[in-house]
């Protein structure tokens, strides 16, 4: 698997390229003795509805990587699904009976996620 390294003077953290942090900085704090490393909150694309994306109806509560793996044979498209339909970054499950927006694969793999 593809993996993106930040590097931060002596430090150095590898991320699975399939990972939403390669979306997000890398902040490096000094306290003064030492380096702090965090990352900022992810930059993620802005995903407007589009007459290709399917409504799904949830008649269970479900995780959004199973949405995303169900729907696109893999799970690391579920912040793609989040943002689409504006529920929190924080995983959780969609609740029983809530539509579910999903972008088009071909729209995902061409221009949300190149």
Do not use: C
Request: aromatic share 6%.
């Amino acid at each position: 698997m593809p993996v993106v390294t930040a590097d931060s003077e002596n430090d150095s953290i590898t991320i699975p390229e399939t990972s939403r942090l390669k979306n997000a900085e890398l902040v490096v704090e000094s306290n003064g003795s030492k380096d702090i490393l965090f990352w900022d909150l992810p930059i993620l694309p802005l995903v407007v509805p589009d007459p290709t994306d399917r409504i799904i109806n949830t008649p269970n509560a479900v995780r959004l990587d199973q949405v995303s793996s169900d729907n696109y044979d893999t799970p690391h498209y579920w912040d793609l699904i989040a943002q689409a339909n504006f529920f929190s970054l924080i995983p959780g499950d969609a609740k029983p009976g809530t539509k579910i927006r999903l972008p088009s694969l071909t729209r995902i793999t061409t221009t949300l996620r190149p």
